[in-house]
């Protein structure tokens, strides 16, 4: 019988990556989408590993009944909170309602599934099999800049709520890690910059200020979307750490993240504020 692990945001990027990945890996998949197209594109390509669940983070309802369907089939290998968000924009202006948007996606749903998943987490513990879950960060959790705030805030939160997880769960065996990729050629940078667009035109004229700093974020994600690593490099982590025998709790993905996390190690605060600033 194939071991079984959820993974949320599986319609594209990184998640849709894992689910491919983990199917050819031999895993049964948890994969949730949030529309009738992505469901059917599943269904077409993995008819018989994966089983779709329609989740909104946002929504408590839609996440308490995915996780009585899990629970339902029985032990759960591993969870992959992958589903996120960017929202950027000025903080001084930005309209509350997009950053709690942002909160609630990246950091208070990776939590709210967590706590459905993990009675099948401890089930498979029981049988004595292994239980495991996957945040996907971002580098973006360990260095902050401009215009993103919002993201960086959420992925900074992240950290936290992972490291007290691999705390609380460590007596029950279940294992925790952390994959923070750099850029990653994903659909959520264009989806980023229609969100920045939105805001844009609300944004009242003082904003103006801003525009060298909101233009050089536009460049960034154009480059990122063009550039970054592939989604199936990511994903290729996250099969490796639902695998190991001992996976490290927390693993940087991509080249820039590598350098980045070593910048972050290596340089004096007032550098690299300085070079955050720009």
């Known amino acids: ?108 749903g990776q939590l709210a599934v967590t706590q459905a998943m993990l009675p099948a987490l401890r089930l498979s513990r029981e049988r004595g099999e292994d239980a495991r879950i996957v945040m996907i960060g971002s580098i973006g959790g360990r260095i902050a800049g401009p215009m993103l705030g919002p993201y960086h805030a959420s992925k900074f939160g992240l950290v936290g709520l992972t490291d007290s997880l691999r705390a609380e769960l460590a007596p029950s065996g279940i294992r925790v890690v952390l994959i923070e990729p750099g850029a990653v050629a994903t659909p959520i940078w264009g989806r980023g910059t229609a969100a920045a667009d939105d805001l844009a035109k609300t944004l009242p004229a003082g904003a103006e200020r801003y525009a060298k700093q909101i233009a050089a974020t536009r460049a960034n994600a154009a480059r990122s979307a063009a550039h970054g690593i592939p989604p199936a490099r990511a994903a290729q982590a996250v099969v490796r750490t639902l695998t190991a025998p001992r996976p490290r709790p927390r693993r940087v993905v991509g080249p820039d993240a590598t350098v980045a996390a070593a910048l972050v190690r290596l340089l004096p605060y007032r550098l690299l504020y300085r070079l955050a600033a720009r």
């Not at 849709?16 to 009738?36: E, H, I, K, M, N």
């Not at 329609?54 to 996780?67: C, F, M, N, Q, V």
């Not at 369907?69 to 029985?74: I, K, P, S």
């Open 1 to 108: 019988m194939s071991r079984s692990v959820v993974v949320t945001g599986a319609s594209t990027g990184i998640g849709r990556a894992c689910v491919d990945q983990l199917v050819r890996a031999g895993f049964t998949v948890w994969a949730s989408v949030r529309t009738d197209e992505d469901e059917a594109a599943l269904h077409r390509d993995h008819p018989e590993a994966v089983r779709v669940l329609r989740l909104d983070l946002t929504d408590p309802t839609s996440i308490e009944a995915a996780g009585e369907l899990v629970r339902a089939a029985g032990p759960l290998h591993g969870l992959v909170n992958n589903a996120g968000v960017a929202l950027p924009g000025p903080l001084e202006y930005l309209p509350v309602d997009v950053f709690r948007r942002q909160i609630e996606v990246n950091l208070v």
